[in-house]
């Protein structure tokens, strides 16, 4: 079966440019996540989507960050007007979240290396 | 504020030794708390867990302890390997949120 897959592995794009990046969970998993691992960092939660549910966005660090999750599956974080703080590794995760948290364990993609220059 | 710290950022073994690698964390909601290791240009996988409720969590080399009290955990491996080497980060979780710590670079050396 196949784990999460994240696209691009890596983009490296000037200052000011808008980026997409994509996540794609594994089949059937309800609960999905991104993630921000920045240089020397600890994982930084960004958002956390749940099936039909408003999705909680209290991660995002401003404005310029969105992301949406179509038809329960596939995801993209957008990062509007790029700035070189953003260049770190972006990591989505997802999971079957049935409610304990031996369900919630959440499995990683590779993310992806975003460099803003 | 950091709520999960793991304050060594590196520690290096002997292959065949033990391999302690602690954490600490400051939020008492937290109920949950697990390891994951992570190789370079790897997402981290998931490795071991711990409820609240529970102090010890043993899973065939690795071994978890929780200190609720000193809201401490700590991670253990024994035989340590050179195939362990990789970043490890505690993470502790309330509901659905995992919170991280910045990890630790684990050389176990032949």
């Known amino acids: 079966g196949a784990g999460v897959s994240q696209s691009p592995s890596n983009k490296v794009t000037e200052k000011g440019k808008d980026v997409e990046l994509r996540c794609d969970p594994i089949?059937?998993?309800?609960?999905l996540y991104w993630y921000r691992q920045s240089l020397g960092q600890g994982l930084e939660f960004l958002i956390y989507?749940?099936?039909?549910?408003?999705?909680?966005k209290s991660g995002l660090p401003s404005d310029r960050f969105s992301a949406e999750r179509t038809g329960g599956s596939v995801s993209t974080l957008t990062i509007q007007r790029t700035q070189q703080e953003d260049s770190a590794v972006y990591l989505c995760?997802?999971?079957?979240?049935?409610?304990?948290?031996?369900?919630?364990?959440?499995?990683f993609g590779p993310g992806t290396r975003l460099t803003v220059l | 504020d950091q709520q999960v710290k793991q304050n060594s950022p590196s520690l290096s073994v002997q292959e065949g030794r033990i391999s302690i690698l602690n954490c600490d964390y400051t939020n008492s909601m937290f109920d949950y708390f697990l390891w994951y290791k992570k190789y370079p240009a790897e997402g981290p996988t998931f490795l071991i867990s711990?409820?609240?409720?529970?102090d010890k969590n043993e899973d065939g080399r690795f071994t978890v302890f929780l200190n609720k009290s000193a809201k401490h955990l700590s991670l253990h491996i024994v035989p340590s390997q050179p195939g362990d080497s990789a970043v490890y980060f505690c993470?502790?979780?309330?509901?659905?949120?995992?919170?991280f710590g910045k990890g630790t670079l684990l050389t176990v050396n032949p």
């Open positions: 711990i409820s609240s409720i529970k």
């Open positions: 993470a502790a979780s309330s509901y659905y949120k995992l919170t």
């Open positions: 989507f749940q099936g039909n549910s408003a999705p909680d």
């Open positions: 995760a997802s999971s079957s979240a049935k409610g304990t948290h031996v369900d919630n364990e959440q499995f």
């Open positions: 089949s059937g998993h309800t609960a």
